[in-house]
Antibody, heavy 119, light 110 residues
Framework: QLQLQESGPGLVKPSETLSLTCTVSGGSISSSGYYWGWIRQSPGKGLEWIGSIYHSGTTHYNPSLKSRATTSVDTSKNQISLKLRSVTAADTAVYYC???????????WGQGTRVTVSS | QSALTQPASVSGSPGQSITISCTGTSSDVGGYNHVSWYQQHPGKAPKLIIYDVTNRPSGVSNRFSGSKSGNTASLTISGLQAEDEADYYCSSYRSSRTLVFGGGTELTVL
């Protein structure tokens, strides 16, 4: 059974780049056939899809974040990464890594990592 | 991109049935049979309970069911239990291979 674990800095300064990593255990990213996604949840708010990547490297992004977000796969480390550029306080949220056999449904989730954007 | 529309809150008594709606457009809910529902307890990650409008993942109680009519999808929980108290989110595939979530609905079991 796949397990996901997000990691990254809990605090990022405004205008800097947020970098998060999702480490996958219990299976190989390259052979799993899964879509890997990033979803965030601002304090007291709902879920927001950031983007998804297939093991082949094909990516899909939320149009509202597309210009700032990049997700990639490192098969040698069995990790997925997210970079979000030029962050502001509005990017403060719990960031989740998730996986699904189809793009449109995530059946495996990490526990989430809290990120605060503040100087 | 605009979120799907869900009621902010619903409530029901143990044993009753409740329905949560999720309204979108012909570019998402109405145009594709790729609506999912997630349950999220406080401080926890979301859990997939319905995918492709009506399908339940293995291990999810058959008290949860999904349906769709036009641009509105619905989640019905029958035989309401205290453990069902949580936030519920719908999501839908949207054209150009993107996803969109609903604003979430807080379910209170009275």
């Amino acid at each position: 059974q796949l397990q996901l674990q997000e990691s990254g800095p809990g605090l990022v300064k405004p205008s800097e780049t947020l970098s998060l990593t999702c480490t996958v255990s219990g299976g190989s990213i390259s052979s799993s056939g899964y879509y890997w996604g990033w979803i965030r949840q601002s304090p007291g708010k709902g879920l927001e899809w950031i983007g998804s990547i297939y093991h082949s490297g094909t990516t899909h992004y939320n149009p509202s974040l597309k210009s700032r977000a990049t997700t990639s796969v490192d098969t040698s480390k069995n990790q997925i990464s997210l970079k979000l550029r030029s962050v502001t306080a509005a990017d403060t949220a719990v960031y989740y890594c998730a996986a699904g056999v189809v793009l449109e449904a995530f059946d495996i989730w990490g526990q989430g990592t809290r990120v605060t954007v503040s100087s | 991109q605009s979120a799907l529309t869900q009621p902010a809150s619903v409530s029901g008594s143990p044993g009753q049935s409740i329905t949560i709606s999720c309204t979108g457009t012909s570019s998402d809910v109405g145009g594709y049979n790729h609506v999912s529902w997630y349950q999220q307890h406080p401080g926890k990650a979301p859990k997939l309970i319905i995918y492709d409008v009506t399908n339940r993942p293995s291990g999810v109680s058959n008290r949860f069911s999904g349906s769709k009519s036009g641009n509105t999808a619905s989640l019905t929980i029958s035989g309401l239990q205290a453990e069902d108290e949580a936030d519920y989110y719908c999501s839908s595939y949207r054209s150009s291979r993107t996803l969109v979530f609903g604003g979430g609905t807080e379910l209170t079991v009275l």
